[in-house]
């Protein structure tokens, strides 16, 4: 009897801890005190997040950059992928194509790269986010591009979201992976001309903070053979990365606006590539991206 | 026998609970935490965490240059006070923002110059927050931007 209390107790007590309904916005208004703060939390919790691929090519983007269409991923390879991993690989290369197709407002290619999206995201269990309902309204905005853009980002934080919620960020960790490799094949075979087109190739290699992240993220994930083999491929291109001198060009600092908006600015990091460094680069990036997304 | 038995179903059920609190977090921030005007975009690297009294998160993100930003925390009504520092993770942590020195105000609003890793810090203090709550709860952090009109 005693130990059916003890029991019942327990569960209610594990069942209470789970519910975090009632939440709300905190209280915002708080009277200041001085309070050193440096003396709390020694331990944190660590959290790696990464730029979207929507977000990384819109933020590569520039005149410079031209659509290339033979360089994306063809949609028919998408029936010859059978491993689920490789196929949530693909699925973050898909949509990297499909943000990289909708940048360029190049429409026709729109539907049919979401389509192939829509039926990896089936096999990834993720038919809930690109729905019938999505396809339709991709269907319908294909001569919006400012539609089509706001269905990649969306589509994609959705994505995100339902992956972090549903305890699956391994799968997560896959996917953009899949996504950053592609961003990367995209934006690296854009050029071989270092010094005319330095403003893209610094922003080619910025893109090593995020994959830093991503590799960080997926550190957690190691523990079976081939995640374990697409962590170290991403740790390559980091390394090759991480070969550039780079140096600091002014201390980052913080200044307040009139309308109490902050300014960060300096931080500035100055990036010596070198033809051979970015050689290397692009090998890497572009073995890589073969040994995922060649059909098996 | 029967007292290890009950042990470990305490265990398995605390372990249990933490595991469905984290998880029931997990999407916190896009339900509870303050959003911007509609010129933001909502960026993937919002998170949302789960934390007790005196314990501290470090959200690392990346920030794109020439880009305006919107950061905001929300928590569970029993936290009064959540700390929110933004760090500069290549300048050796310098403190760009600290919002323990205007109130604890739940939202920031910075435009950033050159592309760069940030640590986002989340400390729930003792100062304002019940210091005999134990129980972990949920704290979000919501990251927005807009390309910044200036820059063009």
């Known amino acids: 009897m005693r130990t059916r209390i003890l029991i019942i107790v327990n569960i209610i007590f594990a069942l209470a801890s789970c519910n975090q309904g009632g939440e709300r916005r905190r209280n915002q208004q708080q009277e200041y005190k001085e309070v050193d703060l440096s003396k709390q939390g020694d331990a944190s919790k660590i959290f790696y997040r990464f730029p979207a691929p929507k977000d990384i090519i819109d933020y590569i983007k520039t005149d410079q950059l031209i659509y290339l269409k033979d360089f994306l991923n063809p949609i028919s390879n998408a029936d010859k992928y059978h491993d689920s991993r490789v196929q949530n690989f693909n699925l973050g290369v898909y949509a990297a194509d499909f943000a990289y197709i909708t940048v360029f407002k190049t429409l026709s290619e729109a539907s049919e790269y979401f389509g192939t999206i829509e039926k990896l995201a089936y096999h990834a269990g993720l038919s809930s986010i690109f729905d019938e309902q999505m396809r339709r309204r991709v269907e319908a905005n294909e001569a919006n591009i400012d539609s089509l853009g706001a269905i990649a980002r969306n589509s994609y934080n ?15 960790a896959i996917i953009s992976a899949g996504g950053y490799v592609e961003v990367l094949y995209l934006a690296i075979n854009q050029t071989d001309d270092l010094e005319a087109d330095y403003s893209l190739l610094r922003k080619i290699y910025d ?90 | 026998m029967r007292i290890s038995g009950i042990v470990f179903l305490f265990l398995l059920l605390r372990a249990f609970s933490q595991e469905a609190n984290a998880q029931a977090c997990a999407d916190y921030h896009t339900r509870a935490c303050p959003i911007p005007d509609f010129s933001y975009y909502y960026d993937q690297q919002s998170t949302s965490v789960s934390l007790r009294v005196g314990e501290k998160a470090e959200v690392n993100i990346v920030v794109f240059e020439l880009t305006d930003y919107f950061v905001s925390v929300c928590s569970h009504r029993k936290f009064k006070n959540i700390n ?69």
Not at chain 1, 158 to 172: C, S
Not at chain 2, 87 to 106: M, T
Request: one cysteine or more; aromatic letters at 8%.
């Open chain 1, 207 to 296: 893109q090593r903070y995020g994959l830093e992240n991503l590799c960080n993220f997926m550190s957690d994930f190691t523990d079976d053979q081939w995640m374990s083999n697409l962590y170290h491929d991403l740790q390559a291109i980091l390394d090759v990365f991480n070969l550039v001198d780079a140096k600091i060009e002014s201390e980052s600092k913080a200044t307040k606006g009139k309308g109490g908006e902050l300014n960060f600015s300096g931080g500035n990091i100055q990036l010596s590539i070198t033809p051979e460094n970015y050689a290397k680069l692009k090998r890497v990036v572009v073995e890589t991206r073969g040994k995922y997304t060649s059909p098996s």
């Open chain 1, 158 to 172: 959705d994505m995100v979201n339902y992956l972090t919620l549903t305890g699956n960020e391994r799968q997560l």
């Open chain 2, 84 to 152: 929110l520092r933004i760090l500069d993770d290549a300048s050796g942590r310098k403190v760009l923002f600290d919002n323990a020195a205007e109130s604890y105000v739940d939202s920031v609003k910075f435009t950033n110059n050159a592309t760069k890793k940030l640590i986002l810090e989340i400390l729930v203090p003792e100062e304002g927050n019940d210091k005999s709550d134990t129980r972990e709860r949920c704290v979000g952090v919501l990251v927005a931007k807009r390309i910044n009109v200036d820059a063009f």
